[in-house]
């Protein structure tokens, strides 16, 4: 049985149990603080409504469904149900094409809708542009209208509408935006697939409903308001978690639904716990006590570190962290303890330099593309993190997968295609396009991210987005737009690179993403603060120490209490901070080491008595043999 179904029932549990099988209620909402153990409880209300209906469900073709945030959240809660099919886990993007997939008319007539409005859209912005505008918009806006034209007059001879991330009409493939776009809009206008999504999935529960879209949202609650009888909905969730600016935050309760309260807290060791209720005492102070019994909670600990923020970040927090190896008394921090700690970065240089993928770093770096970069879904990477990487990862080692990867990403195994071509002959042609790729991607060096897309494009391996084409010929074009200087770029890099790239985004490395960390846990944990030059514009931890007034849109915010760039760095935190079981370090740089400890003091933030400093770190490690040092941290990373 699975770790989150042998942990003893909670009265939350129980009330879920028991208002799951009330004809009065239609839905709940659990809204509760870090490591209540929501996605316990998720766990298992999905393994109670399997047991009392999963043979129904599954011989009426029914499930109960769950849609989370990540990739890895699916996976682990497949796996604590055991693959069960009487349930369908999917992260929203994918629950969504499920629902639509069979509707491929409907699909089609939305596409061509919004086709042509976005492209009225664009035109307008094309003719609204003065001649002070740069000719790089001109030009991005030009290919843009071009590309749209294409796919709208191709989208008849579509046989089979795809998913994938960016949008191409003329290829069949709706992208990632439309998705969320146009499911939540049909549900709510076609009364049929409104029926459909209830009879398909009575039950429909939903994790991190916080940074869960507000359009998703509403849609699952119009089926729940029209299919009362027939549908259940459950919301799970904490406000305070909320990283995404597009997120739902609070979802409002229908008159049947009911909130079910959850205020333990079963992760965090005493002090840790001390510091989460902490930061959330400047937000909606929800304070959590310990759902564990005095003998079983953990003492835990806290260290503060304020280094300064010159070019010696990496080195001074390899040194903490040997530091804290020598000095901690709960923690273990040391490399031979292999998966316990995890370093969270808010930016990547820091883990790009020790990854090995520094110079894909700065070519997104400084375009528009930053964001997506750093959250693992920029499009010119996706070729390669959805489907090269992986299919060159099962040709290495498990050939078994291979065919049913090739036949989602392959255009040469679309049926239209093998209706005319022998199998054997295409399926030879993929073959010897792996076997380059492979090569060339174990090879590396300069300019082979172009020559790995070229093959994969040549052999079929899929379908390369159209906004490469030009850059993809013997003689791309030398004057571009913004993107095109970052595709240039981005194609002149190894691709050997991508592999740390990956590793990382996938959560595989030592570092994380702190935007990407929640409803993940860890033994130790270093929190790395720091607002890299400031030039990451949604979080400021300088300003939520004070070390860094406010802006006047600040000021403003606050006023009209909205959200700010101090909330959301508050949130940011105790999502980080929240993540430790055991040990909890937090490194703050700062430019002004004396101010930021006596800010740091100074905050609402317990045990910083004590604040380590670089000069402590660095006495203390000049003392020590080689072998205790940074070294040793190094090499373990890069392993
Ligand atoms: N009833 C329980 N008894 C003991 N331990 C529990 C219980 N429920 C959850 N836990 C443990 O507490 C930890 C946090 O649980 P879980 O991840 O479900 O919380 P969460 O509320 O989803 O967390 P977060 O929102 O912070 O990601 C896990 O290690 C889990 O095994």
């Given at each position: ?11 939350a549990?129980?009330?879920v ?6 004809p ?28 009392t ?9 029914r ?8 990739e ?25 094409w ?48 071009r590309?749209?034209r ?85 919301f799970?969730?904490?406000p305070?978690q ?18 079910v ?10 002090q ?15 304070v ?44 273990a ?28 770093y ?28 992986p ?6 080692g ?15 195994l ?12 295409i399926l ?6 792996l076997?380059?790729?492979?090569t ?71 570092y ?26 949604q ?9 860094k ?21 508050r ?67 890069q392993?």
């Open positions: 049985m699975s770790r989150r179904l042998q942990t003893p029932d909670t009265e549990d129980r009330t149990r028991r208002i799951l099988g009330d009065e209620v239609s839905g709940f909402t659990m809204i509760a603080g870090a490591g209540s153990g929501k996605t316990t409880s998720l766990v298992k209300a999905l393994d109670s409504v399997i047991r209906r999963g043979a129904e469900f599954l011989a009426n073709r499930q109960v469904a769950c849609v989370t945030y990540t890895i959240a699916t996976r682990e809660i497949e796996t604590d149900l055991a693959l069960n099919p009487a349930a369908h886990v999917s992260t929203i993007h994918s629950f969504l499920t629902l639509i997939a069979p509707f491929q008319n409907d699909i089609r007539a939305w596409a061509r809708d919004y086709g042509i409005h976005r492209l009225r859209q664009l035109e307008a912005e094309l003719a609204d542009l003065t001649h002070r505008t740069g000719p790089k918009r001109r030009q991005e806006l030009t290919g843009s209208i590309r749209l294409h796919g709208l007059d191709n989208i008849d001879e579509v046989t089979q509408f795809r998913y994938g991330v960016a949008r191409n009409y003329a290829e069949g493939i709706v992208g990632h935006d439309d998705i969320l776009r146009m499911v939540p809009e049909l549900i709510r206008t076609k009364p049929l697939l409104t029926q459909l999504v209830a009879r398909r999935f009575p039950l429909v529960f939903v994790d991190e409903s916080q940074d869960t879209f507000p359009d998703v949202v509403a849609a699952l609650r119009h089926v729940a308001v029209q299919e009362r009888e027939r549908f259940y909905l459950g799970f969730g904490d305070m909320r990283i995404y600016l597009q997120g739902a935050g609070d979802i409002v309760l229908e008159p049947d639904w009911r909130e309260e959850k205020p333990e807290n079963f992760r965090s060791p005493r840790v716990l001390q510091v989460i209720n902490a930061i959330r005492a400047d937000g909606d102070r929800l959590q006590r310990s759902g564990l019994s005095p003998e079983q909670q953990q003492e835990g600990e806290v260290t503060y570190f304020v280094f300064p923020a010159d070019g010696q970040r990496v080195e001074r927090l390899d040194r903490a962290r040997a530091w804290l190896a020598a000095h901690s008394t709960v923690g921090w040391t490399p031979q303890d292999g998966e316990r700690t995890k370093v969270l970065v808010i930016t990547h240089r820091m883990a790009a330099r020790r990854l090995g993928f520094e110079k894909l700065d070519v997104f770096r400084g375009s528009r593309l930053r964001d997506a970069f750093d959250e693992g879904r920029a499009w010119p990477l996706t070729p390669f993190l959805s489907t090269l990487l299919l060159t990862a099962a040709a290495a498990n050939r078994a997968a291979l065919l049913p990867m090739l036949r989602t990403s392959s255009p040469r679309q049926p239209a295609v093998l209706a005319e071509t022998p199998t054997a002959d030879n042609e993929l073959a010897t396009g076997d380059q790729l492979q060339l991607i174990a090879t590396g060096g300069p300019g082979t991210i172009r020559q790995a897309l070229a093959l994969a494009r040549d052999h079929g391996l899929l379908t390369i987005d159209d906004r490469f084409a030009p850059y993809l010929t013997p003689a791309p074009p030398t004057e571009t737009d913004d993107l095109g200087e970052t595709l240039i770029a981005y194609l002149n890099c190894d691709v050997a690179d991508l592999a740390g790239y990956s590793e990382y985004i996938n959560q595989r490395s030592r994380s993403t702190q935007q990407g960390v929640k409803g993940t846990e860890f033994p130790d944990v270093v929190v790395v603060l720091d607002d890299d030059e400031g030039n990451h514009f979080f400021s931890y300088d300003k939520l120490f004070g070390l007034p406010p802006s006047k849109t600040d000021l403003d915010r606050q006023r009209a209490r909205q959200d700010s760039v101090i909330d959301r760095t949130r940011l935190l105790y999502v980080c901070a929240s993540r430790a079981t055991e040990a909890l370090a937090i490194v703050l740089y700062a430019a002004n080491v004396p101010t930021a400890t006596t800010a740091l003091r100074r905050s609402h933030l317990p045990h910083t008595s004590n604040i380590i400093t670089a000069e402590t770190v660095d006495t203390w490690f000049t003392t020590q043999p080689l072998s205790a040092t940074d070294l040793e941290v190094r090499r373990a990373d392993a």
